[in-house]
């Protein structure tokens, strides 16, 4: 008989689904997660949302794949965290935990002895990193971004993880899948300690709709049964996501008013005009240009921007 699950101070006989709240130890912070103990043997995947608490297409697709999915189809187990920063989730708020004022993706592995976000990240790696063969990490732009529909998989790894997150991103229905070369963030830090892993990213702007829940659930279905979680084979895309070796990160050099001529998704060719960052009166202070030839992943789309923040992300194009 397939062994019993634990999770914190949560049991999970196998052949059983749970709804609970996961309580972060030394906080009065909890996440609602979803647990699937399947019957037969597999792998545990890890699912996050929410990192991000605004960014809801995400959220919205692993809630409703929590609703859906039956212990009885599954194999190994899967583990759905939807949404871990509840505290944004509410706020409306980008970026951060609102408790704190920090960005949880960029403090992984965490500590227990920092503040209530590091002590987040902390237990996610300790309770859930520490079982998990493959971490699925569900982004989207936040309620100040806008993204075209990518996926991350880590360059910085074992080649073996490097090469197994890579195939399973294969699968997923968007136009770009890119290389991570950072270290920070909770996929990158899963990968770091030998669990493959995928950070998606669809949609933005605090919006959601139908058809992007649709599609991200296809995406999530897809690998699980690439992973044979779920029984099938994936249902691959008309055309593999075009691989980026390389991406660009802007940030402001002021504070202003961001004013892009550019949409997600567009390609752009090297030295062509991205926006610019102009004062209150409308006096120009920074002008910003492609330094490559380049596809625009990612930019924020809200009229302020403050010095040091993204103003928009851009993939290398070879």
Not at 70 to 80: F, K, N, Q, R, T
Not at 94 to 100: F, L, Q, S, T, Y
Not at 270 to 276: D, R
Request: net charge negative; proline share 5%.
């Amino acid at each position: 008989m397939k062994d019993t699950l634990y999770i914190g101070s949560m049991e999970i006989p196998s052949g059983v689904k749970i709804n609970d709240y996961y309580e972060v130890p030394k906080t009065v912070y909890k996440i609602p997660i979803t647990v699937l103990n399947g019957k037969q043997d597999g792998k545990i995947i890890l699912i996050t949302s929410g990192i991000h608490g605004g960014e809801y297409p995400g959220v919205q697709t692993a809630i409703e794949l929590a609703q859906e999915l039956c212990a009885e189809e599954i194999y190994g187990a899967l583990i759905i965290l939807h949404p871990v920063n509840t505290g944004a989730f509410f706020k409306s708020v980008a970026n951060v935990i609102p408790e704190d004022g920090e960005n949880l993706n960029l403090v992984f592995p965490g500590t227990m002895s920092g503040t209530i976000t590091h002590k987040i990240a902390f237990s996610i790696t300790k309770d859930f990193h520490n079982i998990a063969d493959f971490h699925i990490d569900l982004h989207g732009g936040d309620v100040n971004e806008l993204v075209t529909p990518f996926v991350y998989y880590p360059g910085v790894a074992e080649q073996s993880v490097s090469n197994m997150a890579r195939e399973c991103a294969s699968v997923i229905n968007c136009n770009y899948m890119v290389r991570s070369i950072v270290t920070q963030g909770a996929f990158n830090s899963a990968a770091a300690q030998g669990i493959p892993s995928l950070l998606i990213e669809r949609g933005g702007s605090g919006l959601w709709s139908r058809q992007e829940v649709e599609v991200y659930k296809e995406d999530v279905t897809n690998i699980l049964k690439k992973l044979c979680v779920l029984d099938g084979e994936p249902v691959l895309p008309k055309q593999m996501p075009k691989e980026i070796r390389n991406a660009f990160y802007i940030d402001s050099k002021v504070n202003g008013c961001w004013y892009p001529v550019v949409q997600v998704g567009q390609i752009v060719k090297e030295g062509a005009y991205l926006g610019e960052v102009r004062d209150f009166f409308g006096k120009t202070l920074v002008e910003y240009h492609a330094p490559r030839n380049v596809v625009v992943l990612y930019m924020t789309v809200t009229l302020g921007i403050e010095s040091g923040t993204s103003l928009i992300a851009l993939g290398i194009l070879d």
